[in-house]
């Protein structure tokens, strides 16, 4: 088990983290995004942008098609992003944007020619480029950016404000691993956009002591003695020879890493292109993001009484806009205050209605019955608004009426009885409807509508066959009354119907046990 760390420990590490914190949040930060549609090989190019700007910025950025320029604007403060690189395609060219946020300005560029990483990468016979390379950011090389006019002091001070500035006496040269040259050519007004890969070597020594400090032991079967290979440096690759002079030589501050890069010692610097490349054209400067006035344009020049005119018509649109937005503003209030005094109407007069009410109830009207009560007018608050108003309510205006209208139960019985008529057709209660149509319940039907021979609603839970009752103590089919109210004309109706009776009952035992 390891040992625990200490208390000082652990205070050096929070430090150490407290102070990386605020150096990752003073430096600049980046978006490099698209706009519009814009094909597989702007995209690809898109996505080489972002691996220059590593480490600071966002690798995985997501973007939709409904997002707007605005909402990365929106999301930018928290997230400490001060640089937008914004590409577009337009039938005829590439463009590429370049903002300073928040306030801008944002310089317009037309990509001429761009190359991708893998199209430099597939030319070199030995690229040098690893993952490690792009974990600091990269040194920043700006060429020929002295000459005269704004916007090139502009475009200076903007591709210095993306990378993170570098303090020369107390940078480690160990996190120097790549390097971006930004070339301005005053005649044609391009820019050479170009991403290198930094190598530092020792010189002052032969080719085979090179070799045997990068651990490369050449084959030296053909050799007499060692002192060949330090002397002549036989038997090597002519690729192995570089070409290295006074415009790559240099004495190193600090040790480097890589075996013999020792201090003040001369060392050679050696560049590897590492893509991608663009050639720019710059084409306008606007103030703000997209959305102010022109600063410099390359095609378009413009005298001071056109630019004042631009102006002025520029004040003037802010103007209007600013006396809609307040007009806008004081419809809304008059509308609030039209709806509050119709509501404050039409409460005050519900309460009179209310009132009323109350004073009619207390007079006897002298038109009901004893068992009947007395009619109450209608208190629809809803209605009322119409009539007082003229005009509809808004739905959450009288949220009662609308619980009162939801819970309303059934229909009177007067409207349902309305509605069948069945129940008030011939045979009285007597009557149903079925599949076969209107038919009575029993098999005959006495003069009165009674039905007699079939089961009733209240006789379901009789047994088939046994005694039924009839209007109070009388039956039939079975044992005779005492008082002799109910006769049957005749000897022979009496057996008959007795042995339907029987019938009956045994076809229903015969069903059953089939079942």
Request: with cysteine; hydrophobic share 30%.
């Amino acid at each position: 088990m390891g040992k625990s760390k200490t208390k000082n420990q652990k205070k050096a590490r929070s430090t150490a983290n407290h102070v990386a914190e605020e150096v990752y949040g003073a430096v600049p930060h980046s978006f490099v995004f698209h706009r519009g549609q814009i094909g597989k090989n702007v995209g690809q190019l898109v996505l080489d942008v972002r691996r220059v700007m590593e480490p600071y910025t966002a690798e995985s950025l997501k973007i939709k098609k409904k997002n707007v320029l605005k909402d990365f604007v929106a999301i930018a403060g928290p997230l400490g992003v001060t640089h937008f690189i914004v590409f577009s395609k337009t039938p005829t060219s590439v463009n590429m944007r370049l903002a300073r946020l928040p306030k801008g300005p944002m310089l317009h560029f037309k990509v001429l020619k761009y190359c991708l990483i893998k199209d430099v990468v597939s030319t070199l016979k030995k690229h040098r480029m690893h993952e490690q390379q792009f974990t600091h950011h990269p040194l920043l090389i700006l060429n020929n950016f002295s000459s005269e006019g704004m916007h090139v002091k502009l475009m200076a001070s903007m591709f210095q404000n993306m990378f993170p500035s570098i303090n020369v006496h107390k940078v480690n040269l160990n996190n120097i691993k790549r390097c971006v040259l930004i070339n301005y050519d005053p005649e044609s007004q391009e820019i050479e956009f170009r991403h290198y890969s930094l190598k530092v070597v020792p010189v002052g020594m032969s080719r085979g002591v090179k070799k045997l400090m990068q651990e490369r032991f050449p084959n030296m079967n053909k050799f007499e003695d060692i002192s060949e290979l330090l002397m002549k440096g036989a038997n090597l690759s002519e690729s192995e020879a570089e070409q290295d002079g006074e415009h790559n030589i240099t004495e190193l501050p600090q040790v480097y890493s890589g075996r013999g890069n020792m201090a003040s010692q001369q060392s050679a610097v050696r560049l590897t292109e590492i893509g991608p490349r663009m050639t720019l054209q710059l084409t306008k400067i606007q103030e703000g993001m997209g959305e102010g006035s022109i600063l410099y344009h390359a095609m378009i020049s413009k005298t001071e009484e056109e630019i004042q005119e631009i102006l002025n018509r520029k004040e003037a649109q802010l103007k209007d806009k600013e006396g809609r937005r307040k007009k806008q503003e004081q419809n809304v209030a008059k509308k609030k205050e039209k709806q509050e005094e119709n509501k404050k109407k039409s409460l005050e007069g519900i309460k009179r209605k209310l009132a009323e009410a109350e004073e009619d109830s207390e007079v006897e009207d002298p038109g009901t019955q004893n068992n009947q009560p007395a009619a109450v007018e209608s208190d629809d608050e809803v209605e009322y608004y119409r009539q007082a108003v003229g005009q509809e309510p808004d739905e959450d205006m009288f949220p009662a009426a609308k619980r009162r209208k939801m819970s309303s139960g059934k229909p009177p019985r007067k409207d349902r009885d309305a509605r069948s008529p069945k129940r008030n057709g011939p045979g009285g209660k007597g009557w149903k409807q079925s599949r076969d149509g209107e038919k009575p319940f029993g098999k005959k039907t006495r003069p009165g509508g009674k039905t007699f021979g079939g089961k009733n609603a209240g006789d379901r839970d009789k047994k088939f066959g046994g005694k039924k009752r009839f209007e109070g103590n009388k039956t039939f089919g079975g044992n005779k009354n005492k008082d002799g109210s109910f006769r049957s004309k005749g000897q022979k109706a009496k057996p008959g119907f007795k042995k339907r009776v029987a019938g009956a009952k045994q076809g229903f035992k015969q069903r059953k046990g089939k079942g």
